[in-house]
């Protein structure tokens, strides 16, 4: 089997990660721009400051995803470069450099798919309480509205949020990313609703604009199995899929929460201060998603945690999606297992889950258009005689796209694929040594660009469209 003509294979990148220039051309300071900057917050110190340049360098590297062959590009915009304080005027200057960035694309015939969040925000915003104020989601809407109007003659593919679940627990529950703050569960299902809201409001203006293109969201796909058959382990599988797939695609695909994480959270006073309007724009808007996003890359192997009183220290790494802490409420607890195989960072190998993961997903969600927005693989690239050998990234991959064909051939409407990444770029936590790109980064000289092994064979694959996969 071939991918068919209308599948992109394409890849991915994200503003803060690959930009740089963060304080060029009238952008406001982000939210990420401040956090990176307190100390211990990320390895080493490192942050988006330069990037891999991407602000000044992106014909550049363009003209490589075109050697690539890529069908398409999936970039962020950065809100405080269009909107530098968040809410008021916008900026230029902004607004033309992913005017070239689209048209740089175009030239080449790569299709632009925009992600109008992928983490950085004005950090005016997030001093005034950022996704727990509801003044954020009326600024996002009125940001949504300003990239659809200068851009959305040539983008008919938009992304509204990337992975609700990571920056709302991160900021909210573990404290590893802005604002920063540990252990405050109201704010987090606060946070989840203004975001879901945002989303609907801004779906609901995209299709008002009659700009024809598509419109969805990408979320976390990391679908949580059970270590063995014990009730209770399967119980507490059941209970980490509620909370962490189904209080994520429900309100998106079906307007509406799940009662299982409602009841819990509700006798818990957890539950976010909502109103009826909001309620009812998420009904309205539920129907206009043209499509979902998935960020896969690795399940979760989940068994009830009965140490509930005991207090997890969460470090860089554990925070980052290696297995071994107990959920914040104490329900469940993810476990690394001896019969599983595992990235240099603990993050585990599993292209079958992820054929599991879509099946279910399909007999929760029916057949809505899919597009894996991220899979890849993070790892330190071999170098030698000045060759990067980067083997592990190619049958991390191959191995993916392979499991992709298969859940196509089951019947699940998958229209693309983007590796994470296409160009080295700055991991939000763990620094440049953290690799996924098909492209590496010369840190050390200028930061000059080299092509890597996986570069030429994903060039291969997209010439074959797949047929040897
Ligand atoms: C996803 C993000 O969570 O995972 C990306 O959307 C991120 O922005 C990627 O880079 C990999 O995560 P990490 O922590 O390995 O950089």
Known sequence: MKFPKDFFLGAASASYQVEGAWNEDGKGVSNWDVFTKIPGKTFEGTNGDVAVDHYHRYKEDVKLMAEMGLDSYRFSVSWPRIIPDGDGEINQKGIEFYNNLIDECLKYGIVPFVTL?????????????????????????????????????????????????VFCSNGYLSGAHPPGITGDVKKYFQATHNVF????????????????????????????????????NKAAAYHANQYEITWYYDPILKGKYPEYVIKNIEKQGFLPDWTDEELNT???????????????????????NHDTGEKIERTRENSTGAPGNASFDGFYRTVKMDDKTYTKWGWEISPESLILG????????????????????????????DEILDMPRIKFIEAHLRAIKEAIS?????????????IDLLSWLNGYKKQYGFIYVDHKH???????????????????????I
């Open 282 to 304: 998420l009904r309205e808007a539920a129907p206009l998603n043209d499509f979902i996003g998935l960020n896969y890359y690795q399940p979760q192997r989940v068994i009830k």
């Open 117 to 165: 969040y992928h983490w950085d925000m004005p950090e005016v915003l997030e001093k005034a309480g950022g996704w727990t104020n509801k003044k954020t989601v009326d600024a996002f809407v009125k940001y949504a509205k300003a990239c659809f109007e200068a851009f959305g003659d040539r983008v008919k593919r938009w992304i509204t949020f990337n992975e609700t679940i």
């Open 358 to 385: 879509l099946e279910k997903l399909k007999e929760q969600y029916g057949d809505i258009k899919i597009y894996i927005t991220e899979n890849g693989l993070g790892d330190q690239d071999p170098i030698i005689e």
């Open 446 to 468: 200028n930061l000059d660009r080299k092509k890597k092994l996986s570069f030429y064979w994903y060039k291969k694959v997209i010439e074959e469209r797949g047929k040897n």
């Open 197 to 232: 809201t945002a989303h609907a409001r801004s779906v609901i203006e995209y299709k008002k604009l009659k700009q024809y293109g598509e419109i969805g969201i990408t979320h976390v796909f990391s679908p949580a199995f059970s270590v063995d058959d014990k009730e209770e």
């Open 410 to 422: 089951r019947g699940i409407n998958l229209k693309g694929y983007y590796a994470w990444s296409v």
